[in-house]
Nanobody, 121 residues
Framework: QVQLVESGGGLVQPGGSLRLSCEAS????????IGWFRQAPGKEREGVGCTNDDGSIYYADSLKGRFTISRDNAKNTVYLQMASLKPNDTAVYYCARGGLCSWYDDEYDAWGQGTQVTVSS
């Protein structure tokens, strides 16, 4: 069945880096967009960025320059490289499958379980 599994979260100090992975199974990643979202405690889920099947990539304006999305279709995996992390980046990070990149989470039909990222000294 269709499955997305995030990994790579953890505790990191401010200014540090983390790379999250989103491993897909049950479908061919080449044909889909994968979006990254995050949800901080007490806040609504927000879009982080997305990669389309054609390789185009989009980022939330506030995160450009710090976050980088890449995909390895051969490994059926999408990555989210995060740098210069700040305490307000603390959130559960999710990846999701869609037909095309969108900032609306109801445009995605499969979600991972999420991975916790905590930025704290």
């Amino acid at each position: 069945q269709v499955q997305l599994v995030e990994s790579g979260g953890g505790l990191v100090q401010p200014g540090g880096s983390l790379r999250l992975s989103c491993e897909a199974s049950g479908f061919i990643l080449d044909y889909y967009a994968i979006g990254w979202f995050r949800q901080a405690p007490g806040k609504e889920r927000e879009g982080v960025g997305c990669t389309n099947d054609d390789g185009s990539i989009y980022y939330a304006d506030s995160l450009k320059g710090r976050f980088t999305i890449s995909r390895d279709n051969a490994k059926n995996t999408v990555y989210l490289q995060m740098a210069s992390l700040k305490p307000n980046d603390t959130a559960v990070y999710y990846c999701a499958r869609g037909g095309l990149c969108s900032w609306y989470d109801d445009e995605y039909d499969a979600w991972g379980q999420g991975t916790q990222v905590t930025v704290s000294s």
